[in-house]
């Protein structure tokens, strides 16, 4: 338990330093060829994708402002950015079409309603002259349906006045005469008392039907 003696172990450093500077080195010559690359690969990108997706934009906000169709995106590759600024420039086509379409469609449409108009107002002046001609026609018509309404009314009551006589009269006969009449002149007593009736109803339809067909009426 009694320590005898000491054992002192002595290394040079140079050897580990050199290490460290070596891989030092290394790190810093791989971070800069990492960074190079990086570089080189933003440029690329940069030429093949930002720029043309950047003169896409300007060419989409341009048409958009200035509402001009035929300008066209410039397609600079055959990639997949290339088919989407072609499809852009035929959709641009279409669009340029159907504007072209549409304004020959307007200009039809103002033909056809100049034409129209004119129609219209040649049919508004004979319109009007038809209307004058039928609110004079009409002023004939309502003194005829007077005319004919009161000649129903006259015709009507004259009629009326022989058929109430022979009613009262076939009931007169039956009442007093009935025996001497027997059951064939009853029957025929009640026959021509229920034409008088039907006539006398006929009469009172007639009146009625005039009635109506005269009553005045708005023209338009």
Known sequence: GKPVGAVFAQS????????????LLTFLMV??????????????????????????AATARTISSRKDYSMRAQKQSSDELGDLIQMFNEM??????RDADLME??????????????QLETEIAERKQAESKLKEHSGQLE??????QDFAYIASHDLQEPLRKIEAFGDRLKEKCSAQLGEQGIDYLG???NAARRMRSLILGLLDFSRVTTRAQTFA
């Open 105 to 118: 469609a307007n200009l039809s449409l103002e033909k056809r309603v100049s034409q129209r108009t004119a």
């Open 92 to 97: 641009l086509d279409q669009i340029q079409k």
């Open 31 to 56: 971070f800069l060829a990492v960074l190079l690359l990086t570089f080189m690969m933003s440029a690329l990108l940069q030429r093949t994708i930002s720029n043309p997706i950047s003169a896409l």
């Open 12 to 23: 040079s450093l140079d050897d580990l330093r050199g290490l460290l500077r070596q891989n």
């Open 191 to 193: 026959r021509m008392q």
């Open 143 to 148: 003194r005829s349906n007077r005319e004919l």
